[in-house]
């Protein structure tokens, strides 16, 4: 049978692993929303590509206006005399293969999460039983911040391939 002291030294091991895991999901999540809006533009910027291709420069301001002159890197637009459609498809490809992997990464942290919310859970009973209501009452908060974490989702989850359509 363990003791209370075996149950404290694995809460104080749960809750500097809580510690390590939240950085670094938060900064995976982050990662993923850069590469989202990253990759819509990319995509964008390539379907502009194709609608503009042949078109003077001028002429281009004037059918799009001036406000996409701040979103878009024009040099990198205009100068084209053909390009093809499907280049938009290779990006949106290229890009959901990255996401894919950023979305294992933040998976990762989940799971790590989800072990360690099944092992508070043991935890909180542990104390409830013994009666140590103030462990029981941390058990909870770092239960609580856990769910918090584990339910932490990128703002744009859309897939790429669906924003093409």
């Not at 990759?39 to 003077?56: F, H, R, T, W």
């Not at 799971?111 to 013994?130: A, F, G, P, Q, T």
């Amino acid at each position: 049978m363990t003791t209370i002291t075996t149950w404290n030294k694995r809460l104080k091991k749960v809750y500097t692993e809580v510690k390590e895991i939240e950085p670094l999901l938060t900064a995976a999540i982050k990662r993923y929303e850069s590469m989202y809006s990253h990759g819509v533009k990319k995509i964008m910027q390539s379907n502009l590509k194709e609608i503009m291709a042949g078109v003077p420069k001028e002429e281009a301001i004037e059918l799009l206006g001036p406000k996409l002159l701040d979103v878009f890197e024009w040099n990198d637009i205009l100068p084209v005399e053909k390009y093809s459609k499907f280049n938009a498809l290779v990006w949106a490809k290229r890009i959901q293969r990255e996401l894919n992997q950023q979305d294992e990464v933040i998976r990762y942290y989940r799971n790590r999460l989800w072990r360690i919310h099944s092992l508070l859970e043991k935890l909180e009973e542990v104390y409830r039983k013994n009666y140590e209501k103030k462990k029981a009452r941390k058990v909870f908060e770092l239960m609580h911040q856990v769910t918090y974490l584990i339910f932490l989702r990128p703002q744009r989850v859309t897939d790429i391939a669906y924003l093409i359509e």
